[in-house]
């Protein structure tokens, strides 16, 4: 697209999930759930632009780039309407494409997202440095990546919620060998990270998801962005439904994949799917939060950020079905 290649995945038939990777990854993070969710969706997972088999220009790095391109992406395989699932910077680039496209959004979920609050592991606000791409290209030379990364993979292993997610930061490293894709992260996290943490925030627009259901789903041991924005998702979407996954990290669709299904299935399956009303969006935007909220108060009660039982009955249990 746009001279560009595109790479994606495409599994299964049904109503459509379109999966956004994070920082550094790829579609292969969401490999121990698109099985079992193809079984009842149609599940397209793409390498974001800068990102895996995808190319890796001197482009736009932008999550509204992003969000322009999955719409590109959608409407070249001729889908309509997604669920859009985001994984950290894939939940912003999923908020986004809300926001932008919500004629095109039926849900949103945001998993361990960024843009709900400033904090965020400063490995990531490193990357915004002078001197971090010369730093990491030191790093990712041949000897000493091979011992850096076997050195994470192997803390990753120790069964602590502190060294949890190294083996998956290690993965993400040894993707630096690459110069383009060094460079592209840097951009990405340019537009959204300075020194003080995340500046793009949806705090200023969190109250137009009252148009469509939101799930947020955070790993309770999450030491990339802390599961407390998970709280600050309730406050700012207060019919939103928050899920804390225990015994997670910044990773809980792979910590825990068959509690991830179950509580992405049973989300799809207990809401109606957004429809678009530009006379309402418009409403919306018109009035501001105060009359979302309001609205809020007036329907159902806010679900609050609870520990989810084991298996999907437990889930439904939960819920009070």
């Given at each position: 697209?746009?001279?560009h290649?595109r790479?994606?995945?495409?599994a299964?038939e049904?109503p459509?999930l379109?999966?956004l ?7 292969t993070?969401?490999?121990?759930v698109?099985?079992a969710?193809a079984r009842t969706h149609t599940?397209?997972?793409p390498?974001?632009?800068g ?8 482009a736009?790095?932008?999550v ?7 719409r ?8 309509d309407?997604?669920?859009v699932v985001?994984h ?5 680039v999923a ?6 496209y ?7 979920v945001?998993?361990a997202?960024?843009?709900?609050g400033?904090e ?6 490193a990357?915004t440095?002078?001197?971090?791409h010369?730093?990491?290209g030191?790093v990712?030379?041949?000897?000493v ?10 803390l990753?292993q120790?069964?602590t919620s ?7 930061i290690a993965a993400?490293l040894?993707?630096?060998r690459d ?9 990405v996290?340019r537009h959204?990270v300075d020194w ?5 925030t949806m705090a ?13 789903v ?5 030491r ?5 924005h998970?709280?600050?998702?309730a ?13 997670a990290?910044?990773?809980?669709h792979?910590?825990h994949p068959?509690?991830f299904?179950a509580?992405?299935q049973?989300?799809?399956?207990t809401?109606?799917?957004a429809?678009?009303s530009?006379?309402?969006?418009r409403?919306y935007?018109t009035?501001?939060p ?5 609205q ?5 009660r806010?679900?609050?950020p609870t ?15």
């Amino acid at each position: 697209m746009h001279g560009h290649r595109r790479a994606y995945v495409v599994a299964g038939e049904g109503p459509v999930l379109l999966l956004l990777h994070g920082l550094g990854c790829d579609h292969t993070t969401w490999a121990p759930v698109v099985q079992a969710l193809a079984r009842t969706h149609t599940v397209i997972a793409p390498d974001l632009l800068g990102h895996g088999a995808s190319a890796k220009p001197r482009a736009d790095y932008s999550v509204g780039g992003y969000a322009n391109g999955m719409r590109d992406l959608l409407t070249v395989l001729g889908v309509d309407k997604v669920t859009v699932v985001g994984h950290s910077f894939g939940g912003g680039v999923a908020m986004q494409f809300a926001y932008q496209y919500p004629e095109r959004t039926e849900r949103l979920v945001l998993v361990a997202s960024g843009g709900l609050g400033p904090e965020v592991t400063p490995f990531i606000r490193a990357i915004t440095t002078p001197g971090f791409h010369q730093a990491i290209g030191a790093v990712t030379l041949p000897g000493v990546r091979h011992a850096v990364v076997g050195t994470l993979r192997l803390l990753g292993q120790v069964p602590t919620s502190h060294t949890r997610d190294l083996g998956e930061i290690a993965a993400i490293l040894d993707t630096f060998r690459d110069p383009r894709a060094r460079a592209a992260v840097r951009h990405v996290v340019r537009h959204v990270v300075d020194w003080q943490g995340q500046v793009v925030t949806m705090a200023d627009r969190a109250y137009l998801t009252e148009a469509m259901p939101m799930l947020v789903v955070w790993g309770t041991e999450d030491r990339v962005i802390p599961a407390s924005h998970a709280a600050n998702a309730a406050v700012l979407a207060p019919r939103a439904r928050v899920e804390l996954v225990p015994d997670a990290g910044h990773f809980p669709h792979k910590d825990h994949p068959e509690r991830f299904v179950a509580i992405l299935q049973e989300f799809v399956a207990t809401t109606r799917p957004a429809t678009y009303s530009r006379a309402r969006w418009r409403r919306y935007l018109t009035q501001g939060p105060a009359a979302s909220v309001a609205q809020a108060e007036a329907g159902s009660r806010p679900v609050r950020p609870t520990p989810l039982p084991r298996g999907p009955r437990a889930v439904r249990a939960a819920r009070g079905a």
